[in-house]
């Protein structure tokens, strides 16, 4: 069992930037790829970054390229996500997941509760 706990949401304008982090208990957390999914208002859940148990490979959605950075310190058990140039559409419930499978495509098996970001115009 893992239990993953997102925080760093928050209200801000379009422009600015925010991290988030994602604190992974239960099994060892450097056994798992990491995800972030988001979900805005009415619509579907979707992908939006991904980061390999090593950290040395990680993965993004066309909407988030070049503006949002994955990254994880195995240490503490976190992973992050830098979010750069945010827009009003970027506003959406961040969940981080854990990738159970040993190869091939990802089983995001675990998820957080969430954590609110709110992008203004």
């Known amino acids: 069992q893992v239990q993953l706990v997102e925080s760093g949401g928050g209200l801000v304008q379009a422009g600015g930037s925010l991290r988030l982090s994602c604190v992974a208990s239960?099994?060892?957390?450097?056994?798992?790829?990491m995800g972030w999914f988001r979900q805005a208002p009415g619509k579907e859940r979707e992908f939006a970054a991904a980061?390999?148990?090593?950290?040395?490979?990680?993965y993004y959605a066309d909407s988030v390229k070049g503006r949002f950075t994955i990254s994880r310190d195995n240490a503490k058990n976190t992973v992050y996500l830098q979010m750069n140039s945010l827009k009003p559409e970027d506003t959406a419930v961040y969940y981080c997941?854990?990738?159970?499978?040993?190869?091939?495509?990802?089983?995001?098996?675990?998820w957080g509760q969430g954590t609110q970001v709110t992008v203004s115009s």
């Open positions: 997941a854990a990738d159970t499978s040993l190869a091939g495509p990802p089983a995001y098996d675990y």
């Open positions: 239960g099994r060892t957390f450097s056994n798992y790829g």
């Open positions: 980061i390999s148990w090593s950290g040395g490979t990680t």
